[in-house]
Structure formats: structure tokens, C-alpha cells
């Protein structure tokens, strides 16, 4: 995280208020140092047990962190064509990219089978067709696990619940039998494993525990019809602390409350996003102007909800801090983007120094989910990214600019 040395806030070894003179701002900022820790540890977590850690790079699919990633062992989880092809750029072994989804085109398909992939998470009986036929063409065979809804329901958002009856996600859990049997009659599928993801910012164990118990049901039943189900695949899903008071399991807690549920013989596969890149990546944002309006004082930035979208969409909470401390009074602010909606904001009544014109902020935490679903709303051009390593900063993202936004158009 983020530190204060003096009165000044540092990443690494890196003072905030330097990137952003060097790379003027909003910019996003991400510390390697703790990408590659967050990693480690659910490395170390799974120990000598056979198994991959597939990083969801849903949540943040810029190159030179996915080539991070790469280097230090890691598998890929993909959600579209898009996604398989940037893993593949960025070097990872096509052998470890997973690939879930509930609506994979038959565009998508052909690709993730031709790039030979480890498998896909097949989501509806419909899609067991459409990979079985497209392999069939293309004579390639196709690897899947099933994703399964395991229809458990943990407390988080109800926009990133996907565990739960009645979402979109998944074979439903009183079909997964079903599913396997019919997956067994098709030539071109090969089966080989079991896939469950609940949700995501999970802070809670049980959840995990309830969905394991109850694909391990499903596992007994499957493997008594004689199918081997030889990988098992939790998702990712495990929360991170916004907030100072969040208390988030580690990997290590996880994994080992998952370990005993299943045979020794079980290889496992997480696919953790959020629990990887959050806390190491950051906004580092100007203050443009200063208001008091109704008796509320407003900060506003030059970042948006067209930057970082997460409080909008999720009323997400992101602790705001100074880049540099002063002795001024705090006071209730509400921090701002200069987007014409009312929703447009990264905190609500934060008790911060009422930071001068031109001075700066950082909004924590949000390395995932952050760029990765940023947009061009409102004909902003993307932020740059910059990596922290030591005392070194490096530009992973050059900012757009307004011919950009044309870059298309015909
Ligand atoms: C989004 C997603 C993940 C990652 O979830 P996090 O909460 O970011 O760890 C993993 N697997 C699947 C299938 C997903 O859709």
C-alpha cells in the first residue's frame, strides 16, 4: 500500500507527487513489487499440490502486468476472444489459459480452440453443441470443465453475485449430472474437470466452503458414471480491504479450507483477479477545482467515472488520501469528476484536507476493475499507466490523445 514518509505519500520507493509531475495526471500507478507478493502467495498457498493460478485478467489486461504474471508461472482466465488473444501477446502458455463465459461466439470458439487452449468453462448445454460441432470442423478436440452454480449466495453486491439460483451463470446445480452425462456421448469433447465461480469481493470463507461441499457432491456422482473429472476449479472471487475495518482471508486461509473437501489426487485451479491487482494499482488524480455548494464542499478532480467506474456502478468504497499531508483542517468533502452526471464521484463525505487547487489525491485500491473498465465517455481519452518498481517508474500506457478518439471512425 501506499506510504507516508514525511508528509509526502510514496508508492515503493517512488514520491506520488513526482509521477505526477513526470506523467501528469489522472494516471493510474501500480506497485510491481506487490503484484508479484499478491501472486506469490497464492503460489506458496497451493504448495507442493499440483495446480494452476490463473490470473482473471478481466480486471486488468494491460501487457506488461499480464507478462508479469506470465513470467512468474501464472495461468490466464479469459472471458472473451479479446482477452485470449492479449494473453497469447503477452506470452502466456496457451496450455494454461482457461476460458469461461456465458455467450462465447462461434468466432471465439474456433479461435480458443485454434490457439490450443487448456480448456473451456462451458456455461449451457447450448454451448456443449456449438464447441462439439466447431471442434468436429476444425478437427481439433475440445477440453472443457463445466462451470456449475452451485446456487450459494454470499454477501456481496448483488451486481457480482454470480453463485447464486437464478443468475445467468453456469449449469444449473440440479442439471450438472446431466450436463456431464451428455458431454460424454460427444466426439469431439474431451471432459476434464469442474468449475465453479461464486462470485466476487467475497470476504467471507463459508460461502467458498458451502460451493466446495457441494461440487464435491456433484464430483462423487459424476466420477460413479464413470467420467474422471481430474482438475478442480474454484474461480476466483476473493475480496479485498477498501476499507480499513475489511478484514479479507488470505489465499493461504482459502486454499486450505478448500484442500480437504477433495482427494489428494484433485488437481486445482483458482482464477483470482481482484485479490491480485487491487491493492496494487492506484489513481493518482489532480484537484482541479475547489466549491462549497448547499453547505457541502466538493473536491473535484480531473478523473471521472469514465476513468474509474466503481463507485458509480457499485457504490464502491475507495479510501482517498493526500499526496502530501498538510496541517490544514479536514473537512467533509465529497471527491468529484467533472462528468455531467450526479453519480459522477469517487467518494462521498471523506473527511480530507481541503487540498489546494492543483494539489493531488490518490484513490486506493484500484488496480482491479479500474482501467480494464474505463471508457472514452463524455470524448475523454484513456489515462496512462505507469509501473512502480523500487525506485523506478515506467510508462505501460501512453495517454491517449484526441486523434484517438477518431482512431475508427469512418
Ligand atoms: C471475474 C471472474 C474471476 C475473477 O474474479 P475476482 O473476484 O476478480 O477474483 C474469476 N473467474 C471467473 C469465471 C470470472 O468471471
Redesign the pocket.
Given at each position: 500500500m501506499p506510504q507516508f514518509e514525511g508528509n509526502d505519500l510514496y508508492i515503493e520507493q517512488v514520491k506520488l507527487s513526482d509521477i505526477a509531475k513526470k506523467y501528469k495526471t489522472s494516471t493510474y500507478v501500480y506497485s510491481k513489487s506487490k503484484i508479484v507478493t499478491n501472486f506469490e502467495n497464492y503460489k506458496k498457498a497451493l504448495g507442493s499440490r499440483e495446480g494452476l493460478i490463473c490470473f482473471?485478467c478481466?480486471?486488468n489486461s494491460n501487457g506488461t502486468i499480464l507478462k508479469l504474471l506470465a513470467k512468474l508461472g501464472a495461468g490466464a482466465?479469459t472471458?472473451s476472444g479479446g482477452e485470449i488473444y492479449r494473453c497469447l501477446k503477452a506470452d502466456f502458455d496457451p496450455s494454461k489459459i482457461v476460458y469461461?463465459g456465458v455467450g462465447k461466439t462461434a468466432e471465439e470458439i474456433e479461435y480458443a480452440l485454434k490457439s490450443r487452449i487448456f480448456m473451456f468453462?462451458v456455461e449451457s448445454f447450448e454451448e456443449l453443441d456449438a464447441i462439439d460441432k466447431i471442434a468436429a470442423k476444425i478437427k481439433i478436440k475440445a477440453k472443457i470443465a463445466f462451470r456449475i452454480n452451485p446456487h450459494v449466495d454470499p454477501d456481496t453486491h448483488s451486481y457480482i453475485i454470480t453463485g447464486k439460483k437464478g443468475t445467468k451463470f453456469g449449469i444449473p446445480y440440479e442439471e450438472a449430472v446431466k450436463a456431464y452425462l451428455a458431454a460424454k456421448q460427444k466426439k469431439n469433447i474431451e471432459i476434464l474437470g469442474i468449475h465453479s465461480?461464486i462470485g466476487?469481493?467475497i470476504l467471507d470463507i463459508d460461502s467458498f466452503r458451502l460451493a466446495a461441499q457441494k461440487i464435491k457432491k456433484i464430483v462423487n456422482i459424476v466420477e460413479k458414471n464413470g467420467i474422471k473429472l481430474e482438475y478442480v476449479n474454484f474461480?476466483?472471487?476473493?475480496g479485498v480491504e477498501y476499507k480499513k475495518d475489511q478484514k479479507a482471508p488470505s489465499p493461504k486461509q482459502l486454499i486450505s479450507e478448500l484442500f480437504p473437501v477433495f482427494d489428494e489426487n484433485k488437481k486445482f485451479i483458482f482464477?483470482?483477479?481482484?485479490?491480485i491487482i487491487a491493492n496494487a494499482g492506484h489513481l493518482l488524480v489532480k484537484v482541479i477545482y475547489r466549491k462549497i455548494s448547499g453547505g457541502k464542499s466538493f473536491l473535484i478532480t480531473d478523473a471521472g467515472m469514465n476513468d474509474l467506474i466503481r463507485p458509480t456502478l457499485y457504490e464502491a468504497y475507495h479510501e482517498i488520501l493526500p499526496v502530501k499531508m498538510t496541517n490544514d483542517k479536514k473537512v467533509k468533502t465529497d471527491v468529484v469528476g467533472p462528468i455531467c452526471e450526479s453519480g459522477d464521484f469517487m467518494g462521498k463525505d471523506r473527511m480530507l484536507p481541503f487540498v489546494e487547487q492543483g494539489g493531488y489525491l490518490l484513490i486506493t485500491c484500484a488496480g482491479?476493475y479500474g482501467f480494464a473498465m474505463s471508457s472514452e465517455y463524455n470524448s475523454r481519452p484513456l489515462l496512462a499507466e505507469v509501473l512502480v518498481n523500487g525506485d523506478k517508474t515506467m510508462l505501460i500506457r501512453k495517454r491517449a490523445k484526441y486523434e484517438d478518439l477518431l482512431l475508427n471512425e469512418v
Open positions: 482473471a478481466k480486471t482466465d472471458t469461461a468453462n465461480h466476487s469481493q474461480g476466483g472471487g476473493l482464477e483470482p483477479g481482484r485479490s482491479a
